[in-house]
């Protein structure tokens, strides 16, 4: 028997099983559909029926990195506790006990400054995705003889890679409308979507979404004027980039010359070695007392430098 003869009846067989797979996909396919709606539906009834800080938490996290579940708000509440208990038990054996405390305190709180930068960053870029995301949005609900969640929907699907954030938070909300049981659940979608974008002409947004799905009124002339005023921000968003890139230049050239500066001072000036320097710093414990306070100091210097430089495209 050759090798071909020997391979014939494996191909047939991979040919009748992908056959087989297209056959019963139909089937298949409304079933994990309706699994996963059910799966997703629990899940926010988990976090709904949870205490205010949880569902605070896991508002957060929705928002930051996508992730709002039951389970992904105590996998992020038992990593900050983990952390903060290194850092404890690291820093007692530095400072006196209450320091030791008060500085391993950070450690919460830097993990929910972190995720509120991330979530202004986030507020940012799509903020920004606003003109492309009304202008699919207002074409589609005129082309679906304002049929709002149809809108949405093929909104969805013509929106590109251009705006990203606004694809995920209109999945979301779509996903929300879709499974509404009561008047609330429409308060709920609207003020997660609220908070997603926390600009003035968002709010607005939500307040015309809410007339179209509870009275079934047409907005389109709202969400014209919505539009209208995002491209008056468009043609001030190009003065405050030169603004911002003329600053950036600035800070981008200054720290270089600090940082040079800084190595000729220790290493040139004040004739320190290598070896000398990660002593004094890193194994010394008034040099690593120093150390500690400056490194707190260079991250918030660094998050009201990107809350300055980084503005929402709001009216």
Same mark, same amino acid.
């Given at each position: =028997? ?7 009846? $494996? ?18 396919? *409304? ?57 404890? #038990? ?29 979530? $202004? ?25 304002? /049929?709002?969640?149809?809108? =949405?929907? #093929? ?8 705006? *990203? ?19 609330? /659940?429409? @308060?709920?979608?609207?003020?997660? =979507?609220?908070?997603? #974008? ?26 014209? /004027?919505?539009?209208? @005023? ?18 950036? #230049? =600035?800070? $981008? ?60 495209? @709001?009216?």
């Amino acid at each position: =028997m050759s090798n071909l003869d020997a391979i014939i009846p $494996y191909i047939a067989l991979l040919i009748y099983l992908i056959g087989l797979w297209f056959v019963l996909l139909p089937v298949f396919v *409304p079933v994990l559909n309706g699994l996963q709606i059910r799966a997703r539906r629990i899940k926010r009834r988990e976090v709904e029926d949870s205490n205010p800080f949880i569902q605070e938490i896991a508002q957060l996290l929705e928002v930051a990195i996508n992730r709002g579940t039951l389970g992904a708000a105590y996998s992020f509440l038992a990593l900050v506790l983990s952390v903060w208990i290194i850092v404890f #038990f690291m820093l007692f054996k530095i400072y006196p006990l209450i320091f030791a405390i008060v500085g391993s305190l950070f450690i919460p709180v830097l993990s929910i400054v972190f995720l509120n930068i991330r979530i $202004y960053m986030n507020r940012v870029k799509i903020s920004y995705e606003g003109l492309n995301f009304i202008t699919e949005l207002t074409n589609n609900y005129r082309i679906q003889h304002n /049929d709002l969640v149809t809108a =949405m929907e #093929f909104t969805f699907s013509s929106l590109n890679e251009k705006s *990203p954030y606004s694809k995920k938070m209109l999945q979301q909300l779509i996903y929300r409308i879709r499974n509404v049981t009561s008047l609330r /659940d429409y @308060d709920v979608a609207l003020e997660q =979507m609220i908070f997603t #974008f926390d600009t003035s002409w968002s709010k607005q947004l939500a307040n015309l979404f809410k007339l179209s799905l509870v009275k079934g009124e047409d907005i389109t002339e709202g969400l014209l /004027d919505i539009q209208k @005023d995002l491209k008056d921000l468009e043609k001030l968003k190009e003065k405050k980039r030169q603004i911002n890139i003329q600053t950036g #230049f =600035m800070l $981008y050239g200054l720290i270089p010359i600090m940082a040079l500066t800084g190595i000729y001072f220790i290493f040139g000036y004040s004739g320190f070695t290598v070896d000398k320097f990660i002593e004094y710093q890193f194994i010394n414990p008034i040099g690593l007392k120093i150390f500690l306070p400056t490194v707190l100091l260079v991250i918030v210097s660094w998050i009201i430098y990107m809350y300055f430089l980084k503005n929402k495209n @709001d009216f």
